[in-house]
C-alpha cells in the first residue's frame, strides 16, 4: 500500500508548475473543464468533487517552488482533480515543455517501467481511442490489493497530457462515470 502511495506522490511532484494558459491547462467553468488543446471538454459529475482552478493553480505552484529542476517543472501541470467518496479518483497532468520529444506509447512504458523498478506488481492492457478526433492511447493496469488504473494519453500541438483514473475493484459504477467522459 505504501508503495501506492508512493506512486501517487511521484506522479504529482514528476508534474510540477506554471500556472498560464499557455502551457496547455484548459479552462474551468463551474462544474465545466474545456481544454481546446486535448479536444477535452468534460462535465464533472454531480456526485464528484473537483478542485478548482484557482486550487490546482496553487497545488502547481506549489509543486515548482518544490522542484529541484525549475526550468523542466515549469511545463509540467496538474490541470485535473476529482474525486469521489468511494476513493475514485482522476488527475490529469499536461506536459509542454517545449524542444522535447513526446510520444503517449513512450509516455505508458516510461511509467510501466517506473512501476517495475518500484517493485510494483502489475499487469496491463493497452489500446487506443479517438476522443473528438484526437487519439488517445489507453493503459488500463490492475495494480495490487484490487486498485485498478486507466490512463488516457495524447499529443498535440507539441503537449502531451494523461489522464488517470485510479479506483478499486468495487467502485467501478463511479469510475465508469469518469469513463464515459471521454467515450
Known amino acids: 500500500m505504501k508503495k501506492l502511495l508512493l506512486i501517487g506522490v511521484v506522479l504529482l511532484l514528476l508534474v510540477g508548475c506554471g500556472s498560464k494558459d499557455e502551457f496547455g ?81 513512450s509516455e505508458a512504458i516510461n511509467y510501466l517501467n517506473f512501476l517495475s523498478e518500484n517493485d510494483v506488481d502489475y499487469s496491463y492492457t493497452e ?12 493503459v488500463d493496469i490492475k495494480l495490487p490489493f484490487n486498485k485498478l488504473q486507466r490512463n488516457y494519453i495524447s499529443v498535440n500541438n507539441d503537449k502531451l497530457v494523461n489522464i488517470q483514473v485510479n479506483y478499486d475493484q468495487d467502485s467501478q459504477a463511479s469510475a465508469k462515470k469518469l469513463f464515459e467522459m471521454y467515450e
Open 25 to 105: 491547462l484548459g479552462k474551468y467553468d463551474g462544474r465545466s473543464y474545456k481544454n481546446e488543446n486535448f479536444k477535452l471538454d468534460i462535465k464533472i459529475p454531480e456526485d464528484f468533487s473537483y478542485l478548482t482552478a484557482e486550487e490546482i493553480a496553487s497545488v502547481n505552484e506549489n509543486s515548482y517552488n518544490l522542484s529541484e529542476n525549475k526550468e523542466v517543472a515549469k511545463y509540467r501541470n496538474l490541470i485535473l482533480n476529482v474525486s469521489h467518496t468511494d476513493g475514485t479518483k482522476m488527475m490529469a497532468f499536461v506536459d509542454s515543455q517545449p524542444n522535447t520529444t513526446k510520444n503517449a506509447k
Open 127 to 138: 489500446t487506443t481511442t479517438d476522443i473528438n478526433g484526437l487519439e488517445f492511447f489507453v
